[in-house]
């Protein structure tokens, strides 16, 4: 069986049918209940690690830019291990969680020294946002086609490339800050915060679809961590828009 295609580089067709025929004979399969435990617990541990991180920055007990720095490059060295190697997923996903809380919870305490209360409508968001694409997937209002998936391929990809060339230009001091953009930037951030919720349907998608085909038990690790990817990205936008908002 065939997978559709998702944009995100976690959740990706290839990884997923590599997995299957890595695995061959297996006795146990990936289930949706498997899987939703092993998201709620990953997610668990980000809450704690990012809580321990933002307590360290509001009592100025410790330096921000390492936190979310090390939280950054640590859980990048980690992301590139676990889509390398699947099978570990069991044990690299967990501490993957824990540094992007560190990462996640360090930018969310400086946001929210400027804007009081955005963290909350942020997490809201984010979760409303979640449950409104599982609803219009499972109900088949927007469907996981190959013309959706191929434009939404196309646009995050677009979203990677501006971002790498936006940091780099950056390095030399012509980066584009969406905070000085006025109206524009809130329409790009707009516009990624919706790229962002449309992988949902894709991850969904993909999710489901290996689950029919029984990929190995712990193909759950791997797909909650997939998902986890995508929601901190999308928590992160929503994030980014609500600040924009504010300083309206």
Do not use: C, H
């Not at 580089?9 to 297996?26: M, T, Y």
Request: proline share 3%; aromatic share 12%; glycine share 10%.
């Amino acid at each position: 069986m065939r997978f559709g295609k998702t944009t995100n580089p976690v959740l990706s067709e290839k990884r997923f049918e590599n997995i299957q025929a890595e695995a061959g004979v297996f006795s146990e399969a990936m289930t949706l209940s498997g899987t939703i435990n092993k998201t709620l617990i990953l997610f668990g541990l980000l809450l704690i690690s990012g809580y321990f991180s933002w307590n360290l920055i509001v009592t100025n007990a410790f330096n921000p830019s390492i936190l979310i720095w090390g939280g950054a490059i640590g859980g990048l060295i980690l992301a590139v291990i676990t889509v390398m190697k699947p099978d570990k997923s069991p044990v690299t996903a967990p501490i993957y969680a824990l540094l992007e809380g560190l990462f996640v919870g360090g930018i969310s305490a400086m946001y929210a020294d400027f804007y009081n209360g955005i963290v909350m409508q942020a997490v809201g968001l984010t979760l409303a946002v979640m449950f409104v694409m599982l609803f219009l997937y499972k109900s088949g209002i927007i469907k996981a086609t190959p013309k959706f998936k191929k434009g939404i391929m196309i646009a995050t990809g677009g979203v990677a490339l501006f971002y790498i060339l936006n940091l780099i230009a950056g390095f030399f001091g012509s980066g584009i800050n969406f905070f000085s953009l006025g109206t524009l930037g809130i329409v790009i951030s707009l516009v990624i915060v919706g790229i962002a919720a449309m992988n949902l349907i894709l991850d969904f998608d993909l999710i489901e679809r290996s689950i029919e085909s029984g990929q190995p038990k712990y193909t759950e690790w791997f797909a909650a961590f997939g998902l986890m990817v995508t929601l901190v990205w999308l928590y992160l936008e929503i994030l980014r828009l609500l600040a924009l908002l504010s300083r309206r």
